[in-house]
């Protein structure tokens, strides 16, 4: 079975510091993945997503994130991070090909310092 | 409309209770998802539906859960005889249909069973 894991449950970073928040998934089949954030008492916000092609994607808010299959991960990183920034983070992986259910990670919850 | 929208956004339910959770997609979406969020959690899948066919169902917890898009537009996610586990946050997505296309949350129902 596909599973995902975050292994950071939190993460504090200083505001204009740089961030990576880290991926690993296990999946049979080639996956799609994806990188979710949720603010407090907000729904999911897509901020990127890897179908195939180019393993370094560009998201919304400044966000990317780079496909290494050789270590099965999906890391997500921004060179300077906001205040605004502060929220939870979910990474996702789903089946390419037919619809696709997304299996989440237990989520990194990403605070800001002044 | 422009997102997905659930109602109601926030239930107290008292065990033994039977409660009904709404969603209304993006208009045209195909697909629709069901998700259920304990806290501190991810989020995770509870049932699919293609237009208004329930195509796999397999992440309902016990008999007690159900849902319908009997006209494959607005769902209803219903749970029968409230338990205390049951107290989660119920997520409502949807996409155009293909797994390729972006899956969208809505903000979500807060389900708390006392």
């Known amino acids: 079975a596909q599973s995902v894991t975050q292994p950071d449950i939190h993460i504090t970073v200083s505001e204009g510091a740089s961030l990576e928040l880290r991926c690993n998934y296990s999946y049979g089949a080639t996956p799609y993945l994806f990188w979710y954030v949720q603010s407090p008492g907000q729904g999911l916000q897509l901020l990127l997503k890897y179908f195939s092609g180019d393993t370094l994607v560009q998201g919304i808010k400044g966000f990317e994130a780079e496909f290494k299959r050789s270590q099965s991960s999906f890391n997500l990183r921004k060179p300077s991070v906001h205040w605004s920034d502060a929220a939870e983070y979910f990474c996702?992986?789903?089946?390419?090909?037919?619809?696709?259910?997304?299996?989440f990670g237990k989520g990194t919850m990403l605070l800001v310092s002044p | 409309g422009a997102g997905v929208s659930q109602s109601p956004r926030y239930k107290v339910a008292k065990r033994g209770q039977d409660v009904a959770l709404r969603c209304d997609p993006i208009s045209g979406h195909v697909s629709l998802f069901w998700y259920q969020q304990a806290l501190g959690q991810g989020p995770e899948f509870l049932t699919y539906?293609?237009?208004?066919?329930?195509?796999?169902k397999s992440g309902l917890p016990s008999d007690r859960f159900f849902a319908e898009r009997p006209e494959g537009s607005v769902s209803t996610l219903k749970i029968q005889r409230t338990q205390q586990e049951d107290s989660a946050v119920y997520l409502c997505?949807?996409?155009?249909?293909?797994?390729?296309?972006?899956?969208?949350f809505g903000e979500g129902s807060w389900l708390t069973v006392v």
């Open positions: 997505a949807s996409s155009q249909g293909n797994s390729g296309n972006t899956i969208y």
């Open positions: 539906f293609q237009n208004e066919a329930q195509l796999d």
């Open positions: 996702a992986v789903g089946l390419a090909g037919g619809y696709s259910t997304l299996t």
